[in-house]
């Protein structure tokens, strides 16, 4: 591991769920870094396996459920330790987990207990170094978490997330999503982590809500030299804070590269097609290029070929019978033949 610029290094994962008798591979050999006090996107449609990598790196992939069938990844803890969270065992990521590395969840609504108050939800956050204990025994300790190093650890990460003291009574059904997404932020800041995985943290927010929450983020990135992996289907969302992406399709990586880079001079044909999807005012006129076809289905993604090949315009021979490798581009890497063959995609 690169340990002057690294705080994550994912190399080879793979994922599968148990799905009717068999196995479906949802993530497939995605590798890529996360820079110390950077910023990853993670870049996607729905399917794409996005959430399933959080899911894995947090060690959330219940047994019953699927497995990590292949891969590896290792964190640079601050004491300067190399800690394997995939490949090293359940003990190794619960050292982490809620302290090192945390989570803003998909679904905030969901995510919060309707039955308790805010409050004792993130201070159950703040005391996650009781490992082992069963679910009901911590919940109520968080519940008797009223000592002053808890309040002032809740009232700090409060504070950071820019969520308002006076709600810290309230239940989430009396908070807006702006303020549950809030929440959620500060419950992950409580420990003062180094990296926080922050999966669609935007999703079902206003614009100007939005906004505010990517303000943030940016904020606490610059300010606390925080890193952050944002999984996202908005790229432009992720243009707001992000240094790096990872273009996902089908389960595999089909592009990895500054983010200013792909939005500019996309390589993949996906890529060109995301980016030439998005409205812009240039493009009020002509109208947006919508990626013609639709994404495979979870379960029915092809075993061999390029799984982009059918609706991509530069199909070639090899597409269909070869998985193409990431190969080395002017700014990053493309999973495409073309760079192999010589060739180049146009926005």
Known sequence: MNR????LE???LGVEYYVGGGLLRAVDGVSFDVKKGGALAIVGESGSGKT??????MGLIMSWEGRIR?????????DGEIIEIIGGGAHELGRLRGREISLIPQDTAAALDPLMRIYPQIAEAATADNVGKKEKSRRREARRATDDAVREKVMAAARKARFPSDALDAYPHQLSGGQKQRSAIAAALVNSPSLIIADEPTSGLDAAVAREILSTLKELKSSRRLSIIMITHDIRAAAEMCDDAVI????RVCER???KSIIHAPKHPYSVGLMNAIL????????????EGSPPVAGSFKTRGCRFAERCAFKMEI?????????KTSAGYAACFLFQCGGETKK
């Open 4 to 7: 002057d610029t690294n705080i």
């Open 257 to 259: 590269a500054p983010l």
């Open 280 to 291: 812009s005012v240039s493009k009020i006129t002509d109208g947006v290029k919508p990626v």
């Open 248 to 251: 996902m399709y089908a389960g």
């Open 10 to 12: 994912v190399r080879g």
């Open 319 to 327: 597409c269909e019978k070869s998985d193409p490798p990431l190969l």
């Open 52 to 57: 399933t990598i959080a899911s894995a790196l």
């Open 70 to 78: 292949e891969g590896s990844a290792v964190f640079g803890a601050d």
